[in-house]
């Protein structure tokens, strides 16, 4: 199973935003007002970057100001593990469809796929987590009433200063829902990458012989009762190859993957 369907939805709706917000200023002496004044801003967020102009309601004299904040490293962050993650998993399933039985040959590339899919699992956290952070500044240091407050004419209670629309938030909503939701998907993914590593065969046979050396030193328990308990606790395989693949261990040592 491959998710790279939802990275695009993650970086497309984060990469590709753009939004705008209006105020209006409206001055003493009428002349002078602005009662639609646009701000747009986009990703990656650098909204300290991000200038517009407002009357100052002195004659027809207008100031230059900036929004607060620049969130470029998270947005940034989240849409270049949404990107690898994207472009790892295109690789993967090329490798799986095409060298299908190398792959499976030697242990190399699926403890290298449950390598990487470990990682990129919690990179979607930690990604989305801070994504998810900066957004709600985001949010806050765009919010018409916010950006009010830094107009200097609005200070003045005789001008009138109002908010005329807001930024629509959707598609950032949704980048972050896609980033979580990507986060549960690989995460998911590792149980089924760790089955190809086989290193669950080998926990399950080593804890089996264990068990069965204790049997043999401490107990004359029924070997029955014994076994019982393996092929319920590690496994469906049934009770009698158990024993015969352990008694199989002092000689050539075998690393092929029964299936
Ligand atoms: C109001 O502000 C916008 C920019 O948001 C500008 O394009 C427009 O010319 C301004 N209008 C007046 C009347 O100054």
């Not at 069965?212 to 004359?220: M, N, R, V």
Request: charged share 15%.
């Amino acid at each position: 199973m491959r998710v790279e369907l939802f990275a695009i939805f993650a970086f497309a709706t984060c990469g590709g935003y753009s939004g705008q917000l209006r105020v209006s200023v409206d001055c003493m002496e009428k002349a002078s007002s602005n009662l639609s004044i646009a701000i747009d801003f986009a990703y990656p967020f650098r909204l300290h970057q991000v200038s517009f102009e407002a009357p100052m309601c002195e004659g027809m004299r207008r100031e230059r100001l900036f929004l607060i904040g620049d969130f470029s490293s998270s947005a940034e962050f989240f849409v270049t593990i949404a990107v690898f993650a994207f472009l790892y998993s295109l690789v993967a399933t090329v490798v799986y469809i095409l060298f299908w039985n190398k792959y499976r040959e030697n242990n190399r590339g699926p403890l290298i796929d449950f390598v990487v899919t470990v990682v990129f699992s919690f990179m979607w956290l930690v990604s989305s987590s801070a994504w998810a952070k900066a957004l709600s500044d985001v949010k806050l240091a765009t919010d018409p009433g916010e950006v009010q407050l830094l107009i200097s004419a609005c200070k003045d209670q005789t001008n009138k200063c109002g908010s005329v629309q807001e930024p629509r938030w959707s598609g950032l909503n949704t980048s972050v829902v896609f980033g979580f939701l990507n986060f549960v998907l690989w995460a998911g993914n590792i149980w089924f990458v760790f089955k190809e590593t086989g290193w669950h065969k080998g926990a399950a046979r080593f804890v089996a012989g264990a068990s069965e050396k204790h049997t043999g030193t401490f107990s004359q328990q029924p070997r029955n009762q014994d076994s019982f308990d393996q092929s319920g606790g590690f496994n469906t395989r049934g009770d009698l190859d158990q024993p015969s693949e352990y008694s199989q261990v002092g000689g050539p040592p075998t690393y092929a993957n029964q299936m």
